[in-house]
């Protein structure tokens, strides 16, 4: 439901994004990249959509992406990002997603400069701040813009603009990179991610919505919302499953009785952890 507030904070973004002039958006496909799109669409600054495409991120969703974007009409580049050859990303520490940030504002700092763009900006929401985002001091180094956070902008309010907006992915489900399922500490191979990025399409095609399938070794604990437990217990369907994910190297499979919660891995990492990660 809209509200004077909520009209007044997309007053704000659209006005903030007009002021850019010239924008390169980091554009996952999501629906908070999706909206900050689709507002700078409805502004007369130049602006180009780029998203970034690797082993951490499954290409169904890369493919989703660039419909939308050509649904938007906006210009839009899929680039390649190696941060699986940097071995302080593959290493998997706490600060993993600062490594990674790095590497693609670095990229992104490059193509700006070369199409003659004044600002990157990004979808950091205001609810980010309150959570453990490593990501977000490589923002700050490459001067890389939060639109949706300086507006006030919560996870939910961007639900309601984007629904208001009429983009499709309103309601789509956050889609965390496919490293964020490996625990901390232990290396991010291309086998891993493509086990996780397996065992989670087949889930979705259950019809599946929220999910998180975290791989420990050899045992694949699966997040879901607690309303589907009955259906994965069902024999007919925990047999496929359980088959399925045996087939792609699973040797365990859990079912996670407190259901899905993103960024459980985080649950794991002491104050002191969080504290030295987010100053690197």
Not at 165 to 185: E, F, H, Q, V
Request: net charge negative; hydrophobic share 40%.
């Amino acid at each position: 439901m809209r509200t004077a507030d909520l009209d007044a904070k997309l007053e704000l973004l659209q006005n903030n994004l007009a002021g850019m002039e010239a924008i390169l958006v980091a554009y996952s496909g999501g629906v908070d990249s999706s909206l900050l799109l689709k507002v700078a669409s409805m502004t007369p600054a130049k602006v180009l959509a780029v998203t970034a495409a690797s082993p951490t991120y499954p290409q169904v969703e890369i493919e989703a992406a660039t419909r939308l974007a050509r649904e938007l009409g906006i210009q839009h580049l899929v680039i390649n990002t190696n941060e699986m050859a940097d071995p302080a990303f593959t290493a998997n520490p706490p600060e993993r997603c600062y490594h990674c940030k790095k590497e693609l504002f670095a990229t992104l700092q490059e193509l700006a400069r070369k199409h003659g763009l004044k600002v990157i900006v990004d979808g950091a929401n205001a609810d980010d701040s309150d959570d453990f985002r490593p990501g977000s001091l490589a923002a700050r180094e490459f001067g890389v813009r939060s639109p949706l956070q300086e507006a006030g902008l919560t996870k939910e309010e961007i639900r309601q603009l984007a629904r208001y907006l009429n983009l499709p992915n309103w309601d789509k489900p956050s889609m965390a990179c496919l490293s964020s399922r490996i625990p901390y500490g232990q290396a991010i191979t291309p086998k891993k991610l493509e086990q996780v990025a397996a065992a989670e399409a087949f889930l979705h095609q259950l019809g599946l919505r929220e999910i998180r399938v975290r791989h420990h070794g050899p045992i694949a604990r699966l997040e879901v919302n607690p309303a589907a437990f009955a259906l994965l217990i069902d024999t007919n369907v925990r047999e496929k499953l359980v088959n399925h994910l045996h087939e792609i190297g699973f040797t365990y499979i859990t079912l996670d009785l407190e259901g899905f919660r993103s960024g459980s891995m985080n649950a794991v990492l002491s104050p002191e952890e969080r504290a030295i990660s987010s100053k690197i």
